[in-house]
């Protein structure tokens, strides 16, 4: 018999709807996912943490909370990034330690816990919390190809898990790129060692490969394996429950689930997959071998796509591609997932951009330094040079890198208690974990990109201009649009792409402003976006202020970081073009900027 660990609630919208389903559109459906006999529900975890209150505007304790009380007969799963939790830094012991006991607390049963760089160390801390809060630990290594990464890498780390406490181990295939050959020869490796713990395989179907993949593992032993309900799976997904369940009936290894059950909650599902038609993309849905190369994993691409298309870069897409393999084999062949998936995506788009590692992100800096762990290879001299600078030995760390992080917990406490916030263990936890995101959720002042009853989006909806773009490329109605912070009040919507008729006969027109400026908002310091400000430092990324490095009068030099931004998740510095002194500054912190806008002036 092989058991399914069903994603549907978490990894399968992560890999192809960014992110985005709703409770309210999990609760409906819930007890009957309940009825089916999962090893385990997969509900939390990974990005849906982070995106729950940076874009939906709902507590993530909550939906936790809410699942259990709906799903009490099925395991409910996260994913746990070791030492990073749910975000996308190393966190000192006492936050995960607590986060482990809140989560357990809210209803988490399995804890699916990961480091990106298999770096065991990193993983130490959160199994032992889940081991003393009555939880279940599925120790994971991140799958990737390289030299390096052999079968006889996975096999002994996997002897080392079962030794450091595991109640089971995963595959975790986050790409989609596993062979049959490959699968087949871990799982057999391991239980040939004499491992007996039960073993998962994680994959998505990007490859196109999975479903042999997962035949193979299934003849050398495997025990568990990961599916999503069949309309929120293939392409960067999960290959489909209903079908792995239907190929494996009468066989030795019938998972014994109710396929009319299954196909009921299919129906669903398929409901749902309309409602958010708006988060469809095309490259989502498509198989691509080439991941065998990149290796980035379904949830990056899903989000790298709509990163793209904030930034005006779809274009690139492709050419990112094949720069993020150039760039993880020079960091040293990282497993691509969160978040080393992040560090080397991004500066892969900042390569691609703006020229190689002209532009490097802290979180590039940090992984160099070894704050994510040590990398599975030597980082190339060269690359280190350029991110850390000609003595760049001097920055490096060989400790885990926890152990040079001081306790948290106190501190975001004492400093949660000066806003006008509930004082709960759980609010305390998200503002630690997210503290300029969890903030603003916890103050009431994010909101919803969309709610439930408002889906479908109309065709003309801002959010669903990507899709209109991609599936119908004769919808001419393409807006840019300027999107000033909610203390100001002016949004300007200009017209790029017009039809013209000439004697009866229609002409495509394509306008580029060039000059100009807009001016929007009621502060006295308004936002300025134009190209021809004398002495204007811009921004080169559409992102989030998280902080202003200078002053007003401030004397500075070319190269002078003038502010830190949130772009793509990553945080990464501007610096001043031009020498001279400090004008006029035309952001606050936490303002949203689109590139190009102006930041600061200096004549």
Excluded at 49 to 78: C, G
Aim: hydrophobic fraction near 40%.
């Amino acid at each position: 018999m092989v058991k399914l660990h069903e994603m549907i609630l978490r990894d399968a919208h992560q890999s192809m709807l960014a992110t985005r389903m709703r409770t309210e559109d999990m609760l409906h459906i819930a007890e009957k996912l309940d009825q089916v006999g999962f090893f385990s529900l997969e509900v939390w975890g990974g990005a849906t943490f982070d995106v729950s209150i940076r874009y939906l505007n709902q507590d993530p304790w909550e939906r936790l909370n809410k699942l259990k009380e709906a799903i009490p007969n099925t395991p409910l799963q996260m994913l746990e990034r070791a030492m990073n939790v749910v975000a996308y830094r190393n966190f000192p012991d006492d936050i995960v330690k607590k986060f482990v006991y809140l989560a357990k607390k809210n209803g988490c049963d399995v804890f699916r816990i990961f480091d990106a760089l298999n770096d065991l160390r990193n993983m130490e801390t959160p199994m032992e919390a889940v081991k003393e809060n009555g939880g279940h630990v599925q120790a994971c290594l991140s799958y990737t190809i390289s030299p390096i990464h052999t079968v006889d890498y996975f096999v002994e780390k996997f002897e080392k898990l079962s030794k450091m406490g595991a109640d089971s181990l995963c595959i975790k295939d986050m790409a989609g790129m596993i062979s049959p050959k490959r699968a087949y020869d871990i799982v057999k490796g391991c239980k040939d060692a004499g491992i007996k713990l039960e073993i998962n395989l994680h994959s998505h179907s990007t490859s196109g490969m999975t479903g042999m993949a997962y035949q193979r593992a299934i003849e050398a032993g495997i025990d568990i394996l990961d599916t999503a309900i069949s309309p929120i799976s293939g392409g960067t997904a999960a290959p489909p429950t209903e079908s792995v369940v239907a190929a494996l009936q009468g066989t030795e290894w019938d998972t014994n689930y109710d396929l009319k059950l299954l196909i009921e909650i299919r129906k669903y599902f398929l409901d749902i997959w309309e409602k958010y038609r708006h988060l469809h993309r095309i490259n989502a849905l498509k198989i691509d071998p080439s991941v065998t190369l990149h290796q980035i994993p379904g949830g990056m691409l899903s989000n790298l796509i709509f990163q793209l298309e904030e930034q005006g870069a779809n274009e690139k897409y492709r050419e990112i591609l094949i720069e993020t393999a150039r760039v993880r084999e020079e960091l040293g062949y990282p497993p691509l997932v969160t978040p080393t998936s992040q560090v080397v995506g991004v500066q892969s788009v900042m390569n691609v951009l703006h020229g190689r590692y002209k532009v490097i992100t802290k979180e590039t800096k940090d992984y160099c330094k070894g704050m994510y762990g040590k990398s599975p290879a030597p980082i190339k001299p060269e690359i280190m040079k350029k991110v850390l600078g000609p003595k760049w030995r001097d920055e490096v760390i060989d400790c885990r890198p926890s152990d040079l992080l001081e306790p948290m917990w106190e501190k975001r406490k004492s400093e949660l208690k000066d806003h006008d916030v509930e004082m709960t263990d759980e609010n305390i936890m998200t503002y630690a974990l997210y503290p300029q995101v969890g903030l603003k959720f916890l103050l009431g002042k994010a909101k919803a990109e969309f709610t439930s009853d408002e889906l479908p989006l109309p065709i003309d909806h801002d959010l669903t201009r990507g899709m209109v773009r991609q599936s119908f490329p004769e919808h001419k109605q393409i807006w840019i649009e300027t999107e000033p912070p909610e203390s100001r009040s002016v949004t300007a919507k200009i017209p790029t792409e017009f039809e013209v008729e000439v004697d009866g006969e229609p002409f495509e027109v394509k306008v580029n402003p060039i000059g100009g400026y807009l001016v929007s908002g009621t502060s006295e310091e308004a936002k300025v976006t134009t190209k021809d400000m004398e002495g204007s430092v811009k921004s080169n990324m559409q992102g989030t202020i998280l902080s202003i490095k200078v002053e007003k009068g401030n004397k500075i030099k070319e190269g002078h970081v003038i502010a830190t931004i949130e772009a793509m998740k990553m945080e990464q510095e501007i610096k001043s073009d031009v020498a001279g002194e400090v004008k006029k500054i035309f952001v606050n912190e936490g303002d949203s900027v689109a590139s190009g806008d102006i930041l600061i002036q200096v004549i």
